[in-house]
């Protein structure tokens, strides 16, 4: 079965913080897609990345920064420096090379000024 | 335009109404999704289209109608809607082939039945 887990619901933090989203996945396949989308109140998913199973090497993209460990089966993210503007919804999300999107249930980040 | 667009951005409409959402990519995908999304709940996939061919129904029910009358348009038709299907639907595109993409949304259509 496949399954996407975002245990986290809701995380506050002050701004400059950082904060660490953890994304923890359940697959049988040796072949697959793992993506973090960000959903601000405006309602749009904005894809933020795409990481595939044989590529463990972490990514970091100005102040964030993605952690792939297939060993724990966990894809984190971690704002760095949180601000206002990464106040949102955080979407983890598995794919095995079909049209099946799994998502997890998000997690909300509030950032406090 | 780029992207998924979705219209209308918002709608209000009675029980006993019939209306159309709207969804439109120009990523030159080839499967096209609709979600609902309500309060507190997880994302729900409704339907897929892969090469215009619906290849996913998830136990919807039948007041929701999907049409894909080509590979940049995706329909979803309302009628005789419940309030609890009051919540935002969100439209997406992907190309599924031989490497998974990344899927693109639309900013969404928030409904509310009244």
């Known amino acids: 079965a496949q399954k996407v887990t975002q245990a986290q619901t809701e995380i506050s933090v002050v701004e400059k913080e950082d904060v660490t989203l953890d994304c923890v996945y359940e697959?049988?396949?040796?072949?697959?897609?793992l993506f973090w989308y960000k959903q601000p109140p405006s309602g749009e998913l904005v894809f933020l990345i795409r990481?595939?199973?044989?590529?463990?090497q972490n990514e970091i993209s100005g102040r964030y920064s993605w952690n792939f460990q297939k060993s724990t089966s966990s894809f984190n993210f971690t704002i760095t420096a949180s601000q206002v503007v990464d106040s949102a919804v955080y979407f983890c999300?598995?794919?095995?090379?079909?049209?099946?999107?799994?998502f997890g249930t998000g997690t909300r980040l509030k950032v406090l000024a | 335009e780029t992207g998924v667009t979705q219209t209308p951005r918002h709608l209000v409409m009675g029980m006993t109404n019939k209306k159309s959402l709207k969804c439109e990519q120009h990523?030159?995908?080839?499967?096209m999704y609709w979600y609902k999304q309500s309060a507190k709940k997880p994302l729900e996939l409704m339907f897929v289209?892969?090469?215009?061919?619906?290849?996913e129904n998830n136990s919807v029910p039948s007041r929701f109608s999907p049409e894909c009358p080509n590979s940049s348009h995706l329909f979803l038709h309302l009628h005789t809607l419940q309030p609890e299907d009051s919540a935002l639907y969100l439209c997406?595109?992907?190309?599924?082939?031989?490497?998974?993409?990344?899927?693109?949304f639309g900013q969404g259509t928030r409904l509310t039945v009244v």
């Open positions: 997406a595109s992907s190309q599924v082939g031989w490497v998974s993409t990344e899927a693109f």
């Open positions: 697959t049988r396949d040796t072949t697959y897609y």
């Open positions: 990481r595939n199973s044989f590529d463990e």
């Open positions: 999300a598995l794919n095995q090379g079909t049209y099946k999107y799994i």
């Open positions: 990523l030159g995908h080839n499967a």
């Open positions: 289209y892969s090469l215009e061919e619906r290849v």
